[in-house]
């Protein structure tokens, strides 16, 4: 009692458990009886379930607002905060739980130390200050059966996007509609001129590995292929030196096949392959950059669009 609970249970979600309990070890009596598995052996409370779901978002998460985002995208269950103390609203209740029934651990205190013993923890990653999200079609989303809890978070989320995406807009000099469309038509020019560039580089690449194990493995077996002519039980020789042999003319038939009569060699191929690894990297690099700028741009314009859509139902309704 001094130390308290981390999960408490009442007196009343004890007796509901064992009820629960015995409910569904006949139902699973009665499926096993049938030669049927049953669904599930453990009976749990709405509180229960709630703990679980409270407990696997707390544990990975970092912030107050990552947090109740992540419950309300997740599983629809609503945080509030009132006097200091933290209540929860699952998806399809409309009284809210407050975290002194659920335990000590679903408390304010415990969950801002959770967080920050998780901030602590997991290394910091930088993020860009221009990343944007997408839009969510608040009223397709309405009509999946979700509650009002859900419609607040999805009205703050898109608010967010709207601001992130006229920022990126604004700094970058997008604003006008036609502009961001010449814009959206040049990287994506851009985009794919670098994804050939790389993908030729990346078959250039490749035919020179193994071209330069073709010619390793030639050079090698060579003298195997001399020892043979001369060797004075031919079959016993080739039998013994089947492998070599076979590397031998694997080799010859590649060179043939490609047209290669004269040998380079391993350094000039060893050359070769470093001066084509450093140019995909460059080209890399661009098609990289041009691609993450294409996208953003992307789902900028998609969500003025998407904006723009739900606003022309909300002026004719005012």
Avoid at 74 to 85: D, F, H, L, N
Avoid at 241 to 264: D, G, M, Q, S, V
């Amino acid at each position: 009692m001094l130390n308290g609970s981390k999960e408490r249970v009442s007196e009343a979600e004890y007796w509901a458990r064992r009820r629960g309990q015995l409910k569904l070890d006949s139902e699973n009596a009665g499926l096993a009886a049938t030669g049927q598995p049953p669904k599930q052996k453990k009976f749990e409370t709405v509180k229960d379930t709630l703990r679980k779901q409270i407990s696997s978002v707390l544990y990975r998460t970092t912030s107050f607002e990552d947090f109740s985002d992540r419950l309300m995208q997740q599983y629809g269950i609503a945080v509030k905060e009132s006097r200091g103390c933290l209540s929860y609203l699952p998806a399809g209740r409309t009284k809210f739980i407050r975290a002194k029934h659920l335990g000590d651990k679903f408390d304010k205190t415990a969950v801002l130390a959770t967080l920050q013993a998780n901030a602590e923890r997991k290394p910091k990653v930088q993020f860009k200050q221009d990343t944007i999200g997408k839009l969510i079609d608040i009223q397709s989303k309405m009509t999946e059966g979700k509650g009002i809890g859900y419609k607040r978070w999805l009205t703050k989320h898109n608010l967010k996007v709207m601001a992130q995406t006229v920022k990126l807009l604004q700094e970058k000099g997008l604003t006008d509609e036609d502009v961001l469309n010449q814009r959206i038509t040049e990287l994506e020019t851009k985009y794919h001129d670098s994804l050939a560039v790389v993908k030729d580089l990346e078959g250039r690449m490749k035919f020179n590995k193994e071209l330069c194990y073709q010619v390793a493995a030639y050079a090698s077996t060579k003298i195997i292929t001399q020892q043979l002519k001369t060797a004075k039980r031919p079959a016993a020789f080739e039998e013994q030196h089947r492998a070599e042999l076979t590397a031998y003319r694997a080799a010859a038939a590649y060179f043939k096949a490609n047209n290669i009569t004269k040998l380079p060699s391993p350094k000039k191929l060893e050359a070769e392959y470093a001066q084509l690894a450093s140019e995909k990297a460059k080209f890399y690099e661009q098609y990289k950059e041009t691609k993450e700028e294409l996208l953003k741009l992307k789902t900028a314009k998609q969500n003025v669009a998407s904006f723009f859509r739900e606003e022309e139902p909300a002026q004719q309704e005012r």
